[in-house]
């Protein structure tokens, strides 16, 4: 656009400087360059400027990002820490608890088989009877702890992952948050560059136009002292004009008058003055001619002269007009431009909540499964090694009487 704004003052300033010596018309156009390179060294130090604005607003929008990530991403690691923790104290627990109660009951049992053993001296049909009813009681005393202990461990685990869930969604709402703050950000540095940018254009739009008044000035200004010049010349030729004419009319006039003369001498002195003052008038008519021909050329140059400055002005206030008119433009479709691509986020964003839910939802499903698939595949034997081995080795009933 600068461009264009130039070969359009170039196009007028070679129209009106066109009878200029070409000197004078070099030294205008060097001016016109150099003002040129000055624009555009303005505009590649402005160029510069906003690209540097530009980057530093990016990385500061991926700072923010990531340090808004890394504090959820802490948060959720501290919190599956402390459930890992929680989780593994609770089995320390269970394990010492689940230990305790069969010890206690093992040694309950202990003494009640050799009271009854006592009792029975040598029925063994009747001692094994007794012994799988301890065992029988011993196991049903362990399922109801280890029942206690998987309601209690698949309670922290549906609190932690709710509050895992919890922290995910916050997480989420917080980037989706940054992001929309970020797009603010960035529409509204784009539209305040854009107006930088046009504010230049102006600047250097007027400082153009003021050289270009300038100019037109001197211009105008010339034309005006060439006039004066050549009417100061008119005027001071005129009167040897008249007066060698004069020479010569008056050497005619007499000559004729010798070859026509009829009269005596006193009369044809007397046609000669007044032809004399004849003369003098008609010389005197033609110095007032040239004095109102001067003043009538020189009038009309003035108005020519600010004919051509109107011109020039309009001409300009056009130029004006129309950037300002470009400038409206653009941060018009700017504006369109970010409400759009807001538009589109917010279009891809419902998507991505609808997404974030499902797959909480999936998870809270499966651990749900698993915590109902863990309750089913409770043992018939709690007591027996392969149960137990997981908290601690109990030893088999068995064995006590040996």
Same mark, same amino acid.
């Given at each position: 656009?600068?461009?264009?704004?130039?070969?359009?003052?170039?196009?007028?300033?070679?129209?009106?400087?066109?009878? !200029?010596?070409?000197?004078?018309?070099?030294?205008?156009?060097?001016?016109?360059?150099?003002?040129?390179?000055?624009?555009?060294?303005?505009?590649?130090?402005?160029?510069?400027?906003?690209?540097?604005?530009?980057?530093?607003?990016?990385?500061?929008?991926?700072?923010?990002?990531?340090?808004?990530?890394?504090?959820?991403?802490?948060?959720?690691?501290?919190?599956?820490?402390?459930?890992?923790?929680?989780?593994?104290?609770?089995?320390?627990?269970?394990?010492?608890?689940?230990?305790?109660?069969?010890?206690?009951?093992?040694?309950?049992?202990?003494?009640?088989?050799?009271?009854?053993?006592?009792?029975?001296?040598?029925?063994?049909?009747?001692?094994?009877?007794?012994?799988?009813?301890?065992?029988?009681?011993?196991?049903?005393?362990?399922?109801?702890?280890?029942?206690?202990?998987?309601?209690?461990?698949?309670?922290? $685990?549906?609190?932690?992952?709710?509050?895992?869930?919890?922290?995910?969604?916050?997480?989420?709402?917080?980037?989706? $948050?940054?992001?929309?703050?970020? !797009?603010?950000?960035?529409?509204? %540095?784009?539209?305040?560059? %854009?107006?930088?940018?046009?504010?230049?254009?102006?600047?250097?739009?007027?400082?153009?136009?003021?050289?270009?008044?300038?100019?037109m000035q001197?211009?105008?200004?010339?034309?005006?002292?060439?006039?004066?010049?050549?009417?100061?010349?008119?005027?001071?030729?005129?009167?040897?004009?008249?007066?060698?004419?004069?020479?010569?009319?008056?050497?005619?006039?007499?000559?004729?008058?010798?070859?026509?003369?009829?009269?005596?001498?006193?009369?044809?002195?007397?046609?000669?003055?007044?032809?004399?003052?004849?003369?003098?008038?008609?010389?005197?008519?033609?110095? !007032?001619?040239?004095?109102?021909?001067?003043?009538?050329?020189?009038?009309?140059?003035? %108005?020519?002269?600010?004919?051509?400055?109107?011109? %020039?002005?309009?001409?300009?206030?056009?130029?004006?007009?129309?950037?300002?008119?470009?400038?409206?433009?653009?941060?018009?479709?700017?504006? $369109?431009?970010?409400?759009?691509? !807001?538009?589109?986020?917010?279009?891809?964003?419902?998507p991505r909540?609808?997404?974030?839910?499902?797959?909480?939802?999936?998870?809270?499903?499966?651990?749900?499964?698993?915590?109902?698939?863990?309750?089913?595949?409770?043992?018939?034997?709690?007591?027996?090694?392969?149960?137990?081995?997981?908290?601690?080795?109990?030893?088999?009933?068995?064995?006590t009487g040996?």
């Amino acid at each position: 656009q600068i461009l264009a704004i130039l070969l359009i003052n170039l196009i007028c300033f070679l129209h009106y400087i066109n009878p !200029l010596p070409m000197l004078l018309r070099r030294q205008e156009l060097r001016e016109l360059r150099l003002l040129q390179k000055e624009e555009q060294r303005a505009q590649q130090q402005l160029s510069n400027k906003l690209l540097q604005q530009r980057e530093q607003l990016f990385r500061r929008f991926e700072q923010e990002m990531t340090s808004k990530k890394r504090h959820y991403d802490q948060e959720i690691e501290n919190l599956e820490k402390q459930q890992k923790q929680t989780i593994e104290r609770l089995e320390q627990e269970h394990t010492n608890r689940l230990r305790d109660e069969a010890k206690r009951i093992k040694g309950e049992q202990e003494k009640e088989l050799t009271k009854f053993q006592n009792m029975l001296k040598n029925r063994k049909k009747e001692e094994q009877e007794f012994v799988q009813k301890q065992q029988q009681e011993l196991d049903a005393s362990l399922k109801k702890i280890i029942q206690q202990q998987k309601t209690e461990l698949a309670t922290i $685990e549906r609190d932690c992952l709710n509050n895992k869930q919890q922290l995910m969604r916050a997480r989420e709402a917080a980037i989706w $948050e940054l992001e929309e703050r970020h !797009l603010q950000e960035k529409h509204q %540095l784009l539209k305040q560059q %854009l107006k930088d940018q046009y504010f230049m254009q102006r600047h250097q739009l007027l400082k153009r136009h003021e050289k270009e008044t300038e100019q037109m000035q001197r211009y105008n200004q010339r034309l005006i002292e060439e006039l004066k010049n050549k009417q100061s010349q008119e005027k001071v030729r005129l009167p040897k004009i008249q007066r060698s004419e004069a020479k010569t009319r008056m050497a005619m006039f007499k000559k004729s008058l010798r070859i026509n003369s009829s009269g005596t001498p006193e009369q044809d002195r007397e046609k000669i003055k007044q032809f004399a003052v004849q003369e003098e008038k008609r010389h005197k008519n033609e110095r !007032l001619a040239q004095h109102q021909k001067h003043e009538n050329q020189m009038r009309d140059l003035q %108005l020519q002269c600010e004919a051509n400055i109107r011109e %020039l002005h309009q001409l300009q206030n056009e130029k004006c007009h129309l950037l300002v008119e470009h400038e409206t433009q653009k941060l018009k479709e700017l504006d $369109e431009e970010h409400s759009q691509e !807001l538009k589109e986020w917010r279009e891809k964003l419902r998507p991505r909540k609808k997404t974030l839910e499902e797959e909480f939802a999936r998870k809270l499903q499966e651990q749900e499964v698993f915590f109902k698939m863990s309750g089913e595949s409770e043992c018939l034997n709690p007591s027996a090694q392969s149960r137990i081995s997981k908290f601690y080795p109990i030893p088999s009933l068995h064995s006590t009487g040996s």
